[in-house]
């Protein structure tokens, strides 16, 4: 029945590390809490169960219900779902208001996340109702660029967003941070002729990457950034790089699902990171290792070679 807090980590992740003291504090805080560290790369079949793509991340459970996530190192983020999670339902009015507070804040920036958002039951590939998977369709069909977010995995949103936006049902698409409405809305606008002047066109996925790989003369696909690598594999092209002294620019392929599949296919290259020098696949991290070692990877990098 008690709250347990599942931190998924990795142990080159100096973030994770500061999370871990972050966690052993609130643990001294709150005894009814058990927390939990899982090492998320050692059990890939629950991260990949529970969707986890970077650490450090966080999941909460309640009666084994999944009942809230937490991606990222922010600390303050942690205590307060610890704390809100942790108490009993009898909470006062005034943190109460608090809490409505945090969650119209956090629905606010999930309906401006992208130009056109999508609330839906699944994922664009995997629906999981049938008026998502049609929404998913009428958009797909008209070639509409649109982000999305699967309501199951979020019970505060899910219920939060019908109170928000006074619309009780899924999915819900939302333009400009505005709520068009639902599946019988968008037939209604797809039958007017209206929908293509409503929503965002999308951009071809090959002239989109095309403009991602030349967007520098150095570009670094990778999980994460320069400043934080998700995964041991980029954090060891990223201390390469840093030591030959050459400006590049990084792309977290963790932040575009459509970007990390269709860049594999692009370059027929089907393993992150991927580094290009105008505009070209140069490979991955053994390649510009081999490179390091031959003594190419300056002249590469510098597009002499």
């Known amino acids: 029945r008690s709250l347990v807090v599942v931190h998924f980590w990795a142990p080159w992740a100096p973030q994770c590390a500061q999370m871990n003291e972050v966690m052993a504090a609130l643990a001294k805080e709150h005894v009814q809490v058990t927390f939990v560290k899982l090492e998320a790369e050692a059990v890939p079949e629950v991260s990949e169960k529970y969707g986890i793509n970077s650490v450090p991340t966080f999941l909460f459970f309640k009666n084994s219900q999944k009942v809230d996530r937490l991606d990222g190192a922010h600390a303050p983020e942690l205590t307060k779902k610890v704390q809100r999670h942790a108490s009993r339902s009898s909470i006062s009015t005034s943190s109460n208001d608090v809490a409505k507070e945090d969650i119209a804040v956090r629905l606010k920036k999930l309906i401006n996340a992208a130009p056109c958002m999508l609330f839906m039951k699944g994922s664009p590939k995997e629906p999981r109702c049938g008026f998502s998977k049609q929404m998913v369709e ?4 008209h070639g509409i660029s649109f982000s999305s977010f699967d309501i199951f995995s979020d019970e505060e949103v899910r219920q939060g967003l ?3 936006s006074n619309w009780p049902t899924y999915p819900q698409l939302y333009v400009a941070g505005e709520l068009i409405g639902g599946l019988d809305i968008i037939k209604e606008l797809e039958a007017s002729g209206e929908l293509d002047t409503v929503c965002p066109k999308a951009c071809k996925l090959e002239d989109r990457l095309k403009t991602l790989i030349n967007k520098a003369p150095v570009m670094l696909f990778m999980k994460g950034n320069k400043q934080v ?3 041991g594999f980029s954090k060891q092209i990223i201390e390469i790089m840093n030591n030959t002294g050459i400006d590049y620019e990084t792309f977290d392929i963790l932040e575009d699902e459509e970007v990390r599949q269709g860049l594999k296919t692009y370059s027929n290259w ?8 105008k505009g070209e696949l140069v490979g991955g991290l053994d390649i510009v290792k081999e490179l ?4 190419e990877l300056l002249p590469v990098l510098k597009g002499e070679n």
């Open 292 to 295: 390091k070692e031959n003594g």
């Open 270 to 277: 089907p393993t992150y990171p991927q580094l290009y020098v």
């Open 229 to 231: 690598a998700k995964c």
């Open 138 to 141: 009428i958009l797909n069909k």
């Open 162 to 164: 019908k109170t928000y």
